[in-house]
């Protein structure tokens, strides 16, 4: 299967008629009281069999606890990986790239690096004690070395071409939750829409980035790198960052101590709970991704890591055993 490719210079033109202002944000007019920072379905603790145990004050701790993990992870993504990557690539591959394309990826960086401000300050908003300077609370970052690798050598460590893919179309997925939702705060729900404005425009030109750097490797080398990709999925199937929040839960709700051990095995068994998966890494979530997937026969490798991937869009296996 092959892709169909939009044209750069229409994606660039898009770019230019569609500039989001952060200026536009109402962060001065802060959050909303009683409304909830995200809704009920991006937060991991929701799908434990142990949810009934949760009491209401829990559950806003807990709610918080991953509105904030998520705008710190896209900062993470967007800022430490995303753009410098395609920074080096720009550089790395200046002549080699059409000026169209190059239009492009100087468009993606400068949008990229707006959303980690616009994450920043929603972060600031929000919890300023947590925030008084620019460091993350929630993300840990792991892998470091890959890290560094893949933004010093992103034609030769390409899992950032897929992690790219995948959070631009997340971003789409999760403002569409909190759209739906009339209890969670304005102030969240116009951060992830402004976010969302750009990034099926950066998955389609990822998915010219797919072609420079991904299709003249060698088989060996997608080879290798389709499995450090799966490695990686491997972490976002089975999160850690709920273990963190369990033992801040556990401080201030002693209540929950006698189950601690039930949660902390539904929490590592997150990897094969049917309705988390199907919420966050699914066709049905995320069909461009999958799709994409698809038509590189070696990122069959997926499957192995995301229960719910099945090459070429069949059947995927059952994940709860
Ligand atoms: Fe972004
Ligand atoms: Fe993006």
């Known amino acids: 299967m092959s892709l169909s490719l939009v044209e750069p210079a229409r994606l660039h033109q898009q770019a230019i008629q569609n500039v989001v202002s952060i200026e536009s944000i109402p962060y001065g007019a802060g959050l909303t009281v009683g409304k909830r920072w995200a809704p009920e ?36 993504l967007e800022g430490d990986i995303l753009i410098p990557a395609v920074e080096h690539l720009l550089a790395r591959k200046r002549g080699a790239i059409g000026a169209d ?31 008084p300077e620019r460091r993350m609370r929630i993300h840990r970052a792991s892998g470091r070395k890959l890290v560094q690798l893949m933004s010093r050598m992103p034609e030769t460590f390409m899992p950032w071409v897929w992690m790219g893919l995948l959070f631009e179309e997340i971003t789409v997925h999760l403002y569409r939750q909190y759209s739906r939702d009339p209890d969670v705060d304005p102030l969240f729900t116009e951060v992830h829409r402004a976010h969302m404005l750009d990034e099926t425009r950066h998955f389609r030109i990822e998915q010219h980035l797919l ?29 850690n960052s ?18 601690e051990a039930a949660l902390v ?23 461009m991704t999958f799709a994409t997937l698809d038509a590189y026969p070696e990122m069959a490798i997926v499957s192995r890591h995301v229960p719910l991937y099945r090459p070429g869009g069949g059947h995927a296996r059952a994940v709860v055993a």
């Open 211 to 239: 072609r420079e750097v991904w299709e003249p490797a060698s088989p060996a080398v997608r080879a290798f790198n389709a499995r450090l990709f799966g490695r990686i999925m491997a972490r976002f199937v089975s999160p």
């Open 242 to 259: 709920p273990f963190q929040a369990l033992r801040l839960l556990l401080e201030r709700s002693p209540h929950l101590r006698p189950h």
């Open 265 to 287: 095995a539904e929490l590592r068994d997150l990897h094969r709970n049917e309705a988390f998966q199907r919420n966050f890494y699914s066709r049905e979530a995320l069909p």
């Open 41 to 76: 379905s991006l937060v991991y603790f929701s799908y434990l069999p142990s949810r009934h145990l949760l009491a209401e004050d829990d559950m806003v701790f807990l709610t918080e606890f991953a509105a904030l993990g998520i705008c710190e992870q896209f900062i993470y």
């Open 101 to 131: 394309l190059r239009r492009c990826m100087i468009d993606l960086i400068e949008e990229e690096h707006r959303h980690t401000e616009m994450f920043w300050r929603l972060l600031e908003t929000a919890r300023p004690e947590w925030y």
